[in-house]
């Protein structure tokens, strides 16, 4: 009998994504699932890991025209995010979201789909982090609030008058990977790693052999250069 998905993603998130990668490498999945080193955390010590829940967006065929009043502006803004954002909100509020990661596809194009505002709402919802192939903005509030989100690009840009909604719930190509929905996607300091749901399992099962072995030759270093213990040798307690 497999592992549920609760139990699956706990015991993954015990490893690092150096255990899980070669542990990917020893059924063969060389490189398959590792995102571009141009996807990167926000601010150092970002790690989560989750189910994929992703949002494809493709350019926008309209623009902002000059507006003569901030109530003009807001009206055709508002507009703009209705179609952009209700397109993936509306369907992730119909749904439990626990444990998700939301994986957006924008081509890599610099727009701030994920803000400070924004970020907080998926928290709440139950969402552990973002991968954005594009822009994140408000990074200075994004790190106050330790928003765990990794993009491709920074960016002060909103997406409105630059991006349309495209699909949710369907493969997406983000950072150099194709992505499923349910697929694992793993984030730490050395970048991103997306895991097939259907072979996560045996990637694990690598993964904490790895560990194992490696946190006994590091305890052994740690005592030979008079090192206190950290953390880091007790991740699969």
């Not at 993603?9 to 690092?16: F, G, H, M, P, Q």
């Not at 995010?81 to 596809?105: A, R, W």
């Not at 803000?115 to 982090?129: A, F, H, P, R």
Request: net charge negative.
């Amino acid at each position: 009998m497999g592992m549920t998905d609760k139990e699956l993603i706990e015991e993954i998130r015990k490893v690092r994504l150096a255990d899980l990668s070669d542990g990917m490498d020893a059924l063969g999945l060389v490189n398959k699932g590792s995102m571009s080193t141009e996807m990167r955390p926000i601010r150092p010590g970002i790690r989560f890991a989750g189910f994929a829940w992703t949002v494809k967006l493709a350019r926008a065929d309209e623009t902002f025209e000059p507006c003569s009043t901030v109530e003009e502006y807001l009206e055709i803004n508002n507009k703009y995010c209705h179609d952009i954002y209700g397109s993936f909100m509306g369907p992730m509020q119909k749904e439990d979201v626990t444990d998700s990661v939301l994986v957006f596809d924008m081509g890599g194009y610099p727009g701030g789909i994920i803000g400070s505002e924004n970020i907080m709402k998926y928290k709440l919802w139950g969402v552990v982090g973002a991968v954005v192939d594009g822009g994140c903005r408000d990074s200075f509030e994004c790190n106050l609030e330790e928003a765990n989100v990794f993009s491709t690009k920074r960016t002060f840009h909103h997406v409105s008058g630059r991006m349309k909604s495209d699909s949710v719930q369907v493969p997406v190509h983000c950072a150099g990977v194709t992505v499923h929905p349910g697929d694992v996607v793993c984030a730490d300091d050395d970048g991103v790693l997306v895991i097939p749901r259907d072979r996560a399992e045996e990637v694990l099962t690598f993964a904490k052999a790895i560990l194992e072995a490696d946190q006994k030759i590091r305890k052994s270093h740690y005592k030979e250069l008079g090192l206190e213990e950290d953390e880091t040798l007790n991740r699969l307690a």
